[in-house]
Nanobody
Framework: DVQLVESGGGSVQAGGSLGLSCATI????????MGWFRQPPGKGRDGVATIDKDGKTTYADSVKGRFTISTDNAPNTWHLQMNTLTPEDTAIYYC?????????????????????WGQGTQVTVS
């Protein structure tokens, strides 16, 4: 089984930047789709960004131009760089991975992730 371990997050003033990382432990299916989600206080969880094995990315309209999802040379590690943060970005952020989306409509924001989730990390913008 795959496990996801998130790191990063914290508190920042409006206009600042933060970075999140998500590392996998275990074997990852080659058809992976990785997503970042967030859950603001008192609200539901929404998709923020996705990236697939081919490097194709999608973003929620609310973060386009400010957030960047990426992978790096470290195997099976993903990042979410968040710039120009506003108080509306305050939320618990989760990463998730799903290897079945290629058969269920594709890797995109709004897709239902049925795979593995990280533990969540708090981001607070004041």
């Amino acid at each position: 089984d795959v496990q996801l371990v998130e790191s990063g997050g914290g508190s920042v003033q409006a206009g600042g930047s933060l970075g999140l990382s998500c590392a996998t432990i275990g074997n990852l299916d080659s058809n992976w789709c990785m997503g970042w989600f967030r859950q603001p206080p008192g609200k539901g969880r929404d998709g923020v960004a996705t990236i697939d094995k081919d490097g194709k990315t999608t973003y929620a309209d609310s973060v386009k131009g400010r957030f960047t999802i990426s992978t790096d040379n470290a195997p099976n590690t993903w990042h979410l760089q968040m710039n120009t943060l506003t108080p509306e970005d305050t939320a618990i952020y989760y990463c998730a991975v799903d290897s079945s989306l290629i058969l269920r409509g594709g890797c995109r924001v709004g897709a239902e992730f049925l795979g593995t989730w990280g533990q969540g990390t708090q981001v607070t913008v004041s």
